[in-house]
């Protein structure tokens, strides 16, 4: 890689997440710090990076280092670690922060974070890794030269069967739309726009969820009508599709782009260079980029993403 940013960036988690940061952190030749609190996790990263962390958490960690030795964080905890972790960062005098999806466990939780923010004064994006997929990229080029997006849709359908047996906590189950369905759907109003008016459903229930199936529609704040469907409990995946005048894109999967053209019925692949994708955990490169180069433009801020919690929530309890 050509990219030699320098900067010192403070890595704090010891996640597989936390893992595939790293692995772009030292392409972009950045100065990396680890913090981590348990040592076994500690000790897995080590043997997997070569790279050891500080053990103990960054309560310990800052009362031997200085927050301005760092030009910005990046914090991939576990998902009911992750709001916590962002404000005792942002105690320390740390304010610039890349804050893995979603940024906090519910919407109490990031409106309570999105407040925190705003009194600090401190500049918090999530990772939404998925805005910048190289076949989103594309996307955008062929959605620019058709005039726009017409609709929308998409399907954030979960394997319940699989989730029930992982060993995610309870209360990361119950709020599992947000800490993972909201991926896809993200990228969805992110190509069309934010929910200016919605119809939401929902039914069903899981041993491990309130409800299992979803429907609705609604208008997006660009004008433009869009739908979406999931069942937990029943055969799907995560699915986004675009349609302009001209043509209907499919990211299905995500990491991949399909294209139909006006009076065809075929479906055809879109070549796209993926390189940084196929290297990299898809996304990451490019993000960590814009980030710590301070192009925010394609980011949702923390605020943007309270905001967002207030739909999702509709999305998951319907009417």
């Known amino acids: 890689m050509s990219d030699n940013l320098n900067k010192k960036v403070l890595l704090i988690g010891t996640t597989q997440m936390a893992l595939d940061h790293l692995s772009v952190l ?17 000790d897995w990263f080590e043997k997997e990076s070569g790279v050891k962390p500080f053990v103990g958490g960054i309560d310990l960690f800052f009362e031997q280092q200085n927050a301005h030795n760092f030009d910005a964080a990046i914090i991939a905890v576990g998902v009911e670690k992750l709001a916590e972790v962002t404000k005792s960062l942002m105690n320390k005098g740390l304010l610039n922060i890349l804050l893995e999806k979603p940024g906090g466990l519910n919407k109490s939780e990031l409106k309570d974070l999105a407040k925190s923010a705003a009194v600090a004064k401190a500049n918090i994006v999530l990772g939404y890794n998925r805005r910048f997929y190289s076949s989103v990229l594309e996307a955008e080029k062929i959605i620019a030269q058709d005039g726009g997006i017409t609709s929308f849709n998409f ?30 759907v993200d990228l969805a109003f992110f190509l069309g726009g934010k929910p200016a008016q919605m119809k939401c459903f929902s039914a069903g229930k899981l041993a491990w969820h309130d409800k299992s199936v979803f429907q609705g529609a609604g208008i997006s704040d ?8 999931a069942n937990w409990d029943a055969p799907g995946r995560w699915v986004v599709e675009v ?58 801020n923390i605020s943007e993403q309270a905001e967002m919690s207030v739909h999702y929530d509709y999305i998951v309890n319907g009417n």
């Open 26 to 42: 030292m392409a972009l030749g950045c100065i990396t710090t680890v913090v981590g609190r348990g040592q076994q996790n500690a």
């Open 155 to 184: 399907e954030f359908t979960e394997w319940g069967h699989v989730i029930e047996k992982t060993n995610n906590i309870a209360i990361v189950k119950q709020n599992w739309f947000l800490a993972n369905s909201s991926h896809p």
């Open 222 to 229: 660009k004008g433009i009508l869009f739908s979406y469907s």
């Open 243 to 300: 349609l302009t005048k001209e043509h209907r894109l499919y990211f299905k999967p995500m990491e991949g782009l399909q294209i139909q053209k006006k009076g065809s019925v075929a479906v055809n692949p879109v070549e796209i260079d993926n390189s940084l994708d196929t290297q990299f955990k898809a996304g990451l490169y490019l993000q960590a980029k814009a980030f710590l180069t301070g192009d925010y433009s394609r980011f949702p």
